[in-house]
């Protein structure tokens, strides 16, 4: 099977512009996740999503925001970009039966300007 | 707030040693996973523990579940620079508004 996919893997804003991620699990599974990773706040949880159902939130501001398709394909959008907003985001899909394991793709690497 | 606590945050020892991760929290989990993430990439799934008292081996590194499912340890046979890299656990919390947790992480260097 093929892995979890993300793109873009790199991208390059400036603040107060908006992005979006995307990203493909692999196939079968119906739950994704996204993360944000930073040097001095480690993996931090946004949301997940199953079956196109916001299931669960971190905490984070409304600016992040996400969807998931049919297909079970997410985005994350991140409005009116912050300084701090920088950080490495990750996609984990999972099939959901059994211990909850989590399949991670390579991350898109956001530098905000 | 749910925490996973890992020790030591950071690690850098000679090629052949051996050494120990624990992850550590107060919090009963239904299972914990360990995932080891390289730079500029995701985290990959190592293994998986649910039963209290579990071990479970793949090649050189021992994974340990708590009897009581609140801790766990990554044990490294021999390490090898291909070992090098962020050891995160994360666990399935059986309580708290949001059940899947990452750990602090643990950076390991290990030098030819």
């Not at chain 1, 991208?11 to 119906?30: A, D």
């Not at chain 2, 656990?89 to 950076?107: D, L, N, P, Q, V």
């Amino acid at each position: 099977k093929a892995g979890v996919t993300q793109t873009p893997r790199y991208l390059i804003k400036t603040r107060g512009q908006q992005v979006t991620l995307s990203c493909s699990p692999i196939s079968g599974h119906r739950s994704v996740s996204w993360y944000q990773q930073t040097p001095g706040q480690g993996l931090q949880f946004l949301f997940e999503y199953f079956s196109e159902t916001q299931r669960n939130k971190g905490n984070f501001p409304g600016r992040f925001s996400g969807r998931q398709f049919s297909n079970s394909r997410s985005e994350m959008n991140v409005s009116t970009l912050e300084l701090g907003d920088s950080a490495l985001y990750l996609c984990a899909s999972s099939d959901r039966t059994g211990a909850y394991e989590q399949y991670f793709g390579p991350g898109t690497r956001l530098t905000v300007t | 707030t749910q925490l996973l606590e890992q020790s030591p945050q950071f690690l850098s020892i000679q090629e052949g040693e051996n050494l120990t991760v624990y992850c550590n929290s107060s919090s009963v989990f239904s299972s914990l996973q360990w995932y080891r993430q390289e730079p500029g990439e995701g985290p990959v799934l190592l293994v998986t523990v649910v039963t209290g008292g579990e071990v479970k081996k793949l090649k050189r590194l021992t994974f340990q579940f708590g009897d009581a499912r609140k801790d766990s340890s990554l044990h490294i046979t021999a390490a090898q620079p291909g070992d090098t890299g962020l050891y995160l656990c994360a666990g399935e919390s059986t309580s708290g508004t949001y059940k899947y947790i990452f750990g602090t992480g643990t950076r390991l260097k290990v030098l030819a």
